[in-house]
């Protein structure tokens, strides 16, 4: 099972909060997404480093994804 239909209820799931309506929306203030972003980067670089080190990004490099936060802020 790919890691796509393995994540997809999770996804589903994510996609009716209503913060994500609104992110999704492009209506979401700057500073309040920047702020998400800043959230978010931990979670991101940590799950990157463990996935590099066990080989799991190799067929899936747009997965990374912290450098892209960084590079937004």
Same mark, same amino acid.
Not at 4 to 20: D, I
Not at 34 to 44: E, G, K, M, S
């Given at each position: &099972? @790919?890691?796509? %239909? /393995?994540?997809?209820? +999770? !996804?589903?799931?994510?996609?009716?909060?209503? $913060?994500?309506?609104? &992110?999704?929306?492009?209506?979401?203030?700057?500073? $309040?997404?920047? /702020?998400? #972003?800043? +959230?978010? $980067?931990?979670?991101?670089?940590?799950? %990157?480093? &463990?996935?590099?080190? !066990?080989?799991?990004?190799?067929?899936?490099?747009? #997965? #990374?994804?912290?450098?892209?936060? &960084? @590079?937004?802020?």
């Amino acid at each position: &099972m @790919s890691l796509k %239909e /393995l994540t997809k209820e +999770n !996804h589903t799931n994510a996609e009716r909060q209503q $913060f994500v309506k609104v &992110m999704f929306s492009g209506k979401i203030d700057p500073e $309040f997404y920047a /702020l998400y #972003l800043w +959230n978010q $980067f931990p979670a991101y670089e940590l799950l %990157e480093i &463990m996935a590099q080190q !066990h080989g799991l990004l190799d067929d899936v490099p747009e #997965l #990374l994804r912290s450098k892209k936060i &960084m @590079s937004a802020s």
